[in-house]
């Protein structure tokens, strides 16, 4: 856009402007209301933490030439040269974007991970009244929510975002003022295209690819491929040996390059986490105290034993799903369905490994 310019280097993201434009923000380094010349999205170390963030903010914005007393101002510990930048039209939306600590309203705080936060500057290229630009500011936060949704599936239900993230929306002065900015205006809608579409991609930027593959979704649940081999292992009748193990890791890698398989894990991740809001059908009762007369988890199960190991996994299902061994034991603690179909992975696994051997 004409009135401003972005640099990026290690350091931070600045956007500067041309004369002085309005703001709304949520950043820490802010009035929450006022008019800037720059922003800034600096770039600090994981695990950051410092005394007085005011005085160190200032500190930072000195060493990048720019007033403080002028200056909206981010932290981030994400890669500031990987941000995303989006323009749909007079509207530009920056990204930055890490998920280490993902948040949902169910989440406890031990639950919580390592550091992370999506921060979002959106520039509006047309003067606004305050009333649309703290509209714009909702619905820019509604965007950035459904970007981290696709993105991130959370410990404890579906996530719109992390514990620390800040948005801010700006939009230069003028006397002819627009009064709404919401989705039912052409401009709210770009505003909201623009938003998601950054944060998506800083997303992938940062390594969280919206079709990663399943087996890095397990990962990100604290459950290893090895996990499953061991379960495998703990219920097997004879000695076992390192080949073994090596036979069993081959059969689950290639089972979840299965579409069907990976779209039965997934669809047990997804259930399991409407579950622990309490959202799911009122047919289905007490969901969340996984009653026995709900047997689609065993179902799921069954369908990628088989997918795996044919009929006579069945018969291993039936073993690994009642024993729980291993990692089998803590999923079971959890969730409602991860347990089942991960007990049918490891009995199709099983199964496969052996009759081939």
């Not at 500011?137 to 410990?155: D, F, M, Q, Y």
Request: charged fraction near 25%; proline fraction near 4%.
């Amino acid at each position: 856009m004409e009135f401003f310019h972005v640099i990026k280097d290690e350091r931070a993201v600045v956007l500067e402007f041309e004369n002085p434009v309005k703001y709304v923000s949520s950043a820490f380094y802010s009035d929450g209301v006022g008019e800037v010349r720059w922003v800034a999205n600096i770039r600090v170390e994981k695990g950051w933490s410092h005394d007085d963030p005011w005085g160190y903010v200032e500190e930072r914005l000195h060493e990048l030439g720019l007033e403080p007393e002028d200056t909206l101002a981010f932290l981030t510990a994400a890669d500031v040269e990987q941000a995303a930048i989006v323009q749909k039209g007079d509207v530009f939306a920056v990204a930055t974007a890490g998920f280490g600590n993902a948040y949902c309203s169910k989440t406890k705080e031990h639950d919580l991970g390592g550091p992370g936060t999506v921060n979002v500057i959106a520039v509006v290229g047309r003067p606004l009244t305050t009333r649309s630009l703290v509209e714009a500011l909702t619905w820019a936060v509604e965007a950035k929510c459904h970007g981290v949704l696709r993105i991130v599936l959370g410990n404890e239900g579906p996530c719109l975002g992390t514990t620390t993230d800040s948005v801010a929306v700006l939009c230069p002065q003028g006397d002819e003022l627009d009064s709404f900015c919401g989705p039912a205006t052409e401009l709210g809608r770009r505003l909201m295209s623009a938003v998601e579409e950054a944060v998506v991609t800083a997303g992938e930027r940062a390594g969280y690819s919206p079709t990663r593959s399943i087996k890095t979704i397990l990962e990100e649940e604290g459950i290893e491929l090895n996990d499953l081999v061991e379960a495998g292992r703990e219920l097997f009748v004879g000695e076992w040996k390192e080949e073994h193990a090596s036979r069993v890791l081959e059969e689950l890698e290639r089972g979840l390059e299965n579409p069907n398989v990976a779209l039965a894990v997934f669809t047990a991740l997804l259930i399991d986490r409407f579950v622990r809001l309490g959202t799911y059908p009122e047919e289905c009762g007490e969901l969340r105290e996984d009653p026995g007369w709900v047997y689609f988890d065993e179902v799921l199960g069954q369908f990628v034993a088989m997918e795996l190991g044919g009929y006579g996994a069945l018969f291993n299902f039936k073993r690994y799903d009642e024993e729980k061994p291993g990692i089998l034991k803590e999923v079971d603690e959890r969730w409602v369905m991860l347990d089942d179909v991960l007990a049918g992975l490891v009995a199709g696994a099983m199964t496969a490994a052996f009759r081939r051997g």
